[in-house]
């Protein structure tokens, strides 16, 4: 999967809700006569009134994609990049920079909606060596002198500088990569692209987080291609997806040790089979529930019988469970 500058963005995941402004007219019917006895006026306070039915707070909609993971160098030369990461391998390529990377750096890609942002920095001291962000760019003025983009630490506005004639010249649909310093003055206006493979369930704790939502491409040797707003990202079946179909949707979630893959049949807004990965962990000491975490929060799974993939499987061993479009179990195994 090679994320390009260039590439489309599509978002599955994400729903708008659009509110309507109701207004509502007084019929032709109604009594507009002046009362009989007029009422007291209403006192004045600066009392807050309360509803009688507050609406309920909407929590945001994740965004997607979006993706935190680090990853440990074990090969390297000028311009390119190889890690090995907690879910498969990660490679980052570039033709102008890359050039001083070293196995005692430690390498972060943060992706947030069209953003993505590569942080590289010594390991222990927590030094900031090279920081790269991608995205389209907002300008913050008619001048064009300065962007906005999003980055691990909120949204932030860098003033072009040195650079302005080269970033303001660019068209307004193109996305740009550049590079920043700890002081948010940008260094240098680069092409970064990355490819990540989504190869195994993670193993140990990790701060890690996948959200990615596209469409299965193609499948072959046991991997289905999807295609998402970054490009293709080959999805191993070590992940626990089985009987994917070329041409369904699939959303891809990872969150710690924890994995939730879905899939949609045409026209149905849930899932019609579901696959969560993660520690076995029950819910009861009569190992009567399971206890899997997805993108909801924890989700608790009846045992009418205990499955022989169980009987010899300790807690916190990985397995995967297969739901169907009702929630209902449909099979256990263990993750290898």
């Known amino acids: 999967m090679a994320y390009s500058t260039n590439s489309p963005q599509r978002l599955l995941f994400l729903s708008i809700r659009l509110g309507a402004c109701l207004i509502l007219a007084q019929p032709a019917w109604a009594d507009t006569a002046t009362p009989l006895i007029e009422p007291p006026p209403l006192a004045e306070s600066n009392e807050p009134v309360a509803e009688d039915n507050p609406e309920p707070a909407v929590a945001p909609a994740p965004v997607s994609p979006s993706v935190q993971i680090s990853g440990a160098i074990w090969r390297s030369k000028p311009g390119i990049v190889f890690l090995q ?3 498969g391998p ?33 390991r222990g001291v927590d030094k900031l060596v090279h920081r790269y ?11 064009k002198n ?9 949204e932030q506005s860098f003033t072009l500088g040195a650079f302005e004639t080269k970033i303001a010249g660019r068209q307004d649909h193109q996305p740009l990569t550049i590079e920043v310093d700890g002081t948010g003055t940008i260094k240098g206006l680069h092409d970064v692209q990355f490819d990540l493979q989504v190869n195994q ?30 490009g293709i990202v080959t999805v191993s079946g070590k992940t ?5 179909k070329v041409g369904q949707e699939m959303s891809v979630w990872i969150q710690d040790r924890h994995v939730a893959i879905d899939l949609y049949q045409d026209g149905l807004t849930s899932p019609s089979r579901r696959f969560l990965t993660g520690p076995l962990a029950y819910g009861s000491d009569a190992h009567d529930t399971l206890t899997m975490q997805g993108p909801e ?17 300790k807690e916190g061993l990985p397995i995967t469970v297969e739901l169907n479009q009702q ?10």
């Open 240 to 244: 626990g997806v089985r009987n994917a």
């Open 133 to 143: 962000v991608t995205g389209m760019p907002n300008f913050t003025s008619p001048e």
């Open 327 to 336: 929630g209902e179990l449909v099979d256990i195994r263990r993750v290898n």
């Open 90 to 122: 990660l490679s980052l390529s570039s033709k102008s920079t890359l050039r001083d990377i070293k196995t005692s750096q430690k390498i972060t890609l943060w992706v947030h909606g069209t953003t993505s942002v590569i942080d590289i920095r010594e």
């Open 201 to 230: 369930v993670p193993r140990t704790p990790s701060s890690l987080h996948l959200l990615l939502n596209g469409t299965v491409s193609k499948l072959k040797s046991n991997y289905v291609f999807l295609k998402t707003p970054l």
């Open 85 to 87: 990461t907690p879910i």
């Open 146 to 154: 300065a962007l906005t983009l999003w980055t691990p630490d909120g």
């Open 297 to 313: 929060g924890a989700q608790s799974i009846p045992l009418t019988q205990r499955p022989a993939a169980l009987a010899t499987l």
